[in-house]
């Protein structure tokens, strides 16, 4: 076990980081965070901040010379750098896992070989790919192999002739064209695991999005308990098959009442943010006590729970001096604000979000809808 007040390292350095700062502090650890922005909203709250880039030899000697662990809140840290550290202390996820979630080639391949179902797809390294793959995959949507996050670097493709273009605008990067599903709807299923391979699984919860970036969750999902039952197994098998240590996220399609796997996130997810507020132990508390080998929290909902992004598209649609009147929220009971501090709000940046509780999510999500809505 490591226990406090050992220092902790985080790669990334967003809220995802910021919670984990939160967590490990209120248990006494210290934390460095990595990130290259030297606004970081988590390198602003921890006990130093690496402001450099992911591949710097001397930070990441750093991070090896004076933490116990280290572990990322974003899939898109060079595994490379993951493997280098791996050299000297452990990294929770692996740099094997993360290099797996960050390229959606390798995900698929992972899910196909374990016969996990996954939507149809072709890899897509050149135009005559396209021009060869099945027809079955149209109207599709073709994603770029990596750095693809909140529905960036994906495009719905009508036809052949459209994934040409898309392909085209993608400047040649490897690529996966991917059968549009009629979705049912969306799940996720949060679930942590610790180096003796003990397992705490949250809730399932029911994903709502918008223009590919997630928008509500609602939870628990309103599915039949044998759905939560096949999800869990499903997940607990993959963190097994991966010897998966830290908090994962698997997000699931539901396509004609049948359960089809979208990807995997090594990481807390923005969709488990419920239990930050409806649970015992949070996703960040949970981060924290897997990657150091402590006894794992209890994942149970206190309340049933309802979360709302809250997006940069707000602050536009006030105009730039404008700042959503956050007073119509806080009077809301049984309604908790966070805001992540980000300095600059951008469409479709995850500035916060809150979170409703209450006994029945059809009324919370009316209820957070209509909150949501009033701030413009
Ligand atoms: P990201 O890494 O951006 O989260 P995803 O592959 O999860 O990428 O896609 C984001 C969202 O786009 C999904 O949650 C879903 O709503 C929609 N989407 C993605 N792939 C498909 C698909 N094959 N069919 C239908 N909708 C999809
Ligand atoms: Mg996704």
Redesign the pocket.
């Known amino acids: 076990m490591i226990l406090p007040p050992a220092k902790l390292g985080m790669l990334g350095g967003g809220q995802l980081g910021r919670y984990f700062v939160m967590a490990a502090h209120e248990l006494g650890y210290g934390v460095i965070v990595l990130d290259p922005d030297p606004d970081s909203v988590a390198g602003r709250i921890a006990d130093e901040h690496l402001v450099a880039s992911y591949e710097d030899e001397e930070a990441l000697m750093q991070l090896a010379r004076s933490c116990q662990v280290v572990t990322t809140e974003f899939e898109n840290v060079p595994a490379s750098s993951l493997a280098r550290l791996e050299a000297y202390l452990p990294v929770r996820p692996s740099a094997r896992i993360v290099e797996i979630c960050q390229d959606r080639l390798l995900e698929k391949a992972f899910f196909a070989m374990q016969g996990l179902p996954h939507?149809p797809f072709a890899v897509i390294r050149s135009e005559a790919d396209i021009m060869k793959a099945d027809p079955g995959l149209f109207p599709g949507?073709l994603?770029v192999a990596r750095f693809?996050?909140?529905?960036?670097g994906?495009i719905a493709v009508q036809d052949r002739e459209a994934a040409l273009d898309a392909f085209l605008n993608y400047e040649g990067a490897l690529c996966i064209l991917?059968?549009?599903?009629h979705?049912d709807s969306?799940v996720s299923m949060i679930l942590a695991r610790d180096p003796s391979g003990n397992c705490a699984v949250y809730p399932l919860v029911e994903n709502r999005?918008r223009d590919?970036i997630l928008d509500f969750s609602l939870v628990p999902a309103a599915l039949p308990t044998e759905f939560a039952e096949e999800v869990q197994r499903m997940a607990l098998g993959i963190a097994e098959r991966l010897s998966y240590v830290g908090v994962m996220a698997i997000?699931f399609?539901i396509v004609g009442g049948k359960l089809c796997l979208?990807?995997l996130a090594p990481r807390p997810h923005n969709s488990g943010h419920f239990s930050l507020d409806a649970c015992i132990t949070s996703q960040f508390e949970q981060q924290v006590r897997a990657v150091c080998g402590l006894p794992l929290g209890s994942a149970e909902l206190l309340s049933n729970a309802a979360m709302f992004n809250l997006l940069g598209d707000l602050w536009f649609r006030l105009g730039q001096a404008g700042e959503p009147d956050w007073a119509r929220l806080l009077v809301v009971e049984g309604l908790k604000l966070h805001l992540y501090g980000k300095k600059k709000a951008r469409p479709g940046r995850k500035m916060g979000h809150f979170t409703l509780l209450g006994k029945d999510c059809k009324d919370l999500s009316m209820a957070g809808r209509k909150v949501r809505g009033g701030l413009v």
Not at 148 to 152: E, M, T
Not at 178 to 181: D, F, S, V, Y
């Open positions: 939507a949507i994603k693809g996050y909140d529905g960036k994906q991917e059968r549009k599903l979705l969306e999005h590919g997000e399609f979208n990807e």
